[in-house]
């Protein structure tokens, strides 16, 4: 059992947790995952790591809550176990003899993006971060996205903070004002992620992205989590979860990440009900 060290809100539907997993910790990088079950009967769901102090032994997640599996996640608390916790899986993010980046988050996907940049800043690199959000209520870790970067741009959709508008526009003025990049990494919702790749590749920046796909065993067993790459089979979980943009099959990609949507409705709200009686 993996105890539950801290958990924080981040916003309405984004929580934080730093959990004890020691032999985890001492192993993990930047871009690789953990799989994990809240309870001993649960799905298996794949989070990427968002920090992890070597130190303490603990590794930090962050998760949105959309279904019924980070629904029950979501009401353990400090001091209760995950009942499974296993990694790091995946491969680490390549971030050696990189001198300047441009590291661009969209929601969530900010938490995966962050460590990158992180571990970038502690490597001497210059990192330029771009980070979108829908609204100001859902914006997350921007004192940590300050700390870490040269510049930092901060998006919304509704122009109820930083500048008003989609992260391809502040990429696109610093690429025309003539900045250059060794590498431009993108983390985020699979429609931002081609809409970067589409901004850049005019330019021949090489752009990383990090596809997360559904996920079973984190293996390369189940298959789930499969996706074409240069004409080729790849899987996120042995083969990523980064690879390079200009090939990655979005279209593909994005029919397939919808493909359980309304189930997932449904599962979620069953476990809301669920614990709603409960608590009657």
Do not use: W
């Amino acid at each position: 059992m993996f105890e539950i060290i801290n958990k924080k809100s981040l916003n309405p539907t984004v929580t934080m947790m730093d959990v004890f997993a020691p032999d985890i910790a001492k192993k993990a990088q930047p871009g690789q995952f953990i799989i994990l079950r809240a309870t001993p009967d649960g799905e298996r769901i794949p989070l990427t790591v968002a920090g992890y102090d070597r130190e303490n032994g603990t590794v930090k997640i962050i998760f949105q809550i959309v279904g019924a599996s980070t629904f029950i996640l979501n009401q353990l608390n400090e001091g209760n176990c995950i009942s499974d916790f296993a990694g790091p899986l995946g491969v680490p993010t390549k971030t050696d003899g990189l001198k300047k980046v441009c590291v661009v988050g969209g929601g969530v996907g900010c938490a995966i993006a962050l460590p990158v940049a992180q571990k970038l800043h502690d490597l001497g690199c210059e990192v330029h971060s771009i980070v979108g959000f829908r609204t100001k209520d859902l914006v997350i870790l921007e004192d940590e996205f300050k700390a870490c970067s040269q510049k930092l741009y901060i998006m919304t959709d509704d122009g109820s903070y930083g500048e008003k508008g989609v992260v391809t526009s502040p990429l696109k003025s610093l690429l025309d004002n003539g900045e250059e990049y060794d590498e431009i990494i993108a983390i985020g919702p699979l429609v931002m992620m081609k809409f970067v790749t589409l901004t850049t590749k005019p330019y021949g920046i090489k752009t990383t992205v990090s596809m997360n796909p559904i996920m079973i065993d984190g293996t390369g067993m189940c298959g789930g989590c499969r996706l074409t790459v240069g004409g080729k089979t790849k899987f996120a979980c042995v083969d990523g979860p980064d690879f390079d943009g200009f090939e990655v099959d979005f279209d593909e990609a994005i029919k397939k990440g919808g493909m359980y949507s309304k189930q997932q409705k449904h599962a979620y709200d069953n476990a809301c009900n669920l614990f709603k009686k409960e608590a009657d």
